[in-house]
């Protein structure tokens, strides 16, 4: 099986550009996570989905950060406008809620860096 | 809130050493708790886990107990290889709390030969 599938991998952007990261969840997990990683901060949960709802963005540090999950298989997080500070690297990750093992898998994550 | 505490590293041992990671952990409710490790370049997987005070996780010679008194969970190894040089985290979750994860900061480890 495949596993939690992101992209891109790397990206590179210029401050003030729009951003926006992708990923496809394990097929059959119903709840989704957004994790950014710095090495100040260390893994920071920005958001998390479950049957495709968005239950608890606390974690989105502010305005120009946003998350969509139209569909079960597909979820996006958009920065607009991208700042220096954005740089980190971003996971999603998918579990079955319910399966009671509290195993995320994660996807191997989207490097990104604002000049 | 829920919390988790990690000692900071890196850590640095010689193949064949023992390996200690310490994890403490404040909770409201009854956590479930969690080992994962990231190598280089991937995200995180889980190592281990246990979800109940006294229960013993293991897997690929590493080990933890829940321990309530002392609301710790220490991660541990007889001997360490090359190959476990990654950064391990200690995670919570709160029983309910649909497998939302708290994470600590991370404690990498660098074996040497």
């Known amino acids: 099986d495949a596993g939690v599938i992101q992209s891109p991998r790397h990206e590179v952007t210029e401050m003030g550009q729009e951003v926006t990261l992708r990923c496809k969840p394990i097929?059959?997990?119903?709840?989704l996570f957004w994790y950014r990683q710095t090495m100040m901060r260390g893994l920071e949960l920005l958001i998390y989905?479950?049957?495709?709802?968005?239950?608890?963005d606390s974690g989105m540090p502010e305005d120009r950060f946003s998350a969509k999950m139209p569909n079960a298989s597909f979820s996006t997080l958009k920065i607009q406008p991208s700042e220096p500070r954005d740089s980190a690297v971003y996971f999603c990750?998918?579990?079955?809620?319910?399966?009671?093992?509290?195993?995320?898998?994660f996807g191997e994550g989207s490097r990104l860096t604002v000049l | 809130g829920d919390s988790v505490t990690q000692m900071e590293g890196p850590v640095t041992l010689s193949e064949e050493a023992f390996l200690t990671i310490n994890c403490t952990y404040t909770?409201?409710?009854?956590?479930?708790l969690f080992w994962y490790v990231q190598y280089p370049g991937e995200g995180l997987q889980l190592l281990l886990k246990?979800?109940?005070?006294?229960d013993k996780g293991s897997n690929k010679g590493f080990e933890a107990t829940y321990r309530k008194e002392t609301t710790s969970f220490h991660l541990e190894k007889g001997s360490v290889q090359v190959s476990d040089s990654a950064v391990y985290f200690c995670?919570?979750?709160?029983?309910?709390?649909?497998?939302?994860?708290?994470f600590g900061t991370g404690t990498r480890l660098q074996v040497t030969l």
């Open positions: 989905f479950n049957n495709n709802v968005p239950i608890d």
């Open positions: 909770a409201t409710g009854y956590p479930s």
């Open positions: 995670a919570l979750r709160i029983t309910g709390t649909a497998s939302k994860l708290t």
């Open positions: 246990a979800t109940k005070a006294d």
């Open positions: 097929s059959g997990h119903n709840s």
């Open positions: 990750a998918s579990v079955l809620t319910g399966a009671n093992t509290g195993e995320l898998f």
